[in-house]
């Protein structure tokens, strides 16, 4: 599988991003698609999911209330709506991919696929 993940820039605190995840390549209707974030000098932190079988997501509770995820099935899209951002969440985005298993998975190593990152940089 094959990830692009683009839509990242600079913005001010209190604004608004939506980040893209293209996929392609194998095609499978169980896994997951989710979305990290590696701040300098930081652990890769996990953001949101959402499972390719239903479309149910689950987003961590540090940004839960101001980050969504949702796709469009028919682009291969993931998306990572962003708003009300704050300088803490000033990271490299990082979409992944997995080809299998039916839960919500928020640990990177359950990853194997992985886009190159976009830079989301938000000033204060």
């Known amino acids: 599988v094959q990830l692009q993940a683009s839509g990242g820039g600079l913005v001010q605190a209190g604004g608004s991003l939506r980040l893209s995840c293209e996929v392609s390549g194998r095609s499978s209707g169980s896994g997951a698609v989710g979305w990290f974030r590696q701040a300098q000098g930081k652990d890769r932190e996990f953001v949101a999911t959402?499972?390719?079988?239903?479309?149910?997501?689950y987003v961590a509770d540090s940004v839960k209330g101001r980050f969504t995820i949702d796709r469009d099935t028919a682009k291969n899209t993931v998306y990572l709506q962003m708003n009300s951002l704050k300088a803490e969440d000033t990271a490299t985005y990082y979409c992944?991919?997995?080809?299998?298993?039916?839960?919500?998975?928020?640990?990177?190593?359950?990853?194997?696929?992985w886009g190159q990152g976009t830079q989301v940089t938000v000033s204060s």
């Open positions: 992944a991919a997995r080809t299998y298993g039916t839960g919500f998975y928020v640990i990177a190593r359950h990853y194997d696929d």
């Open positions: 959402i499972k390719r079988s239903t479309g149910a997501t």
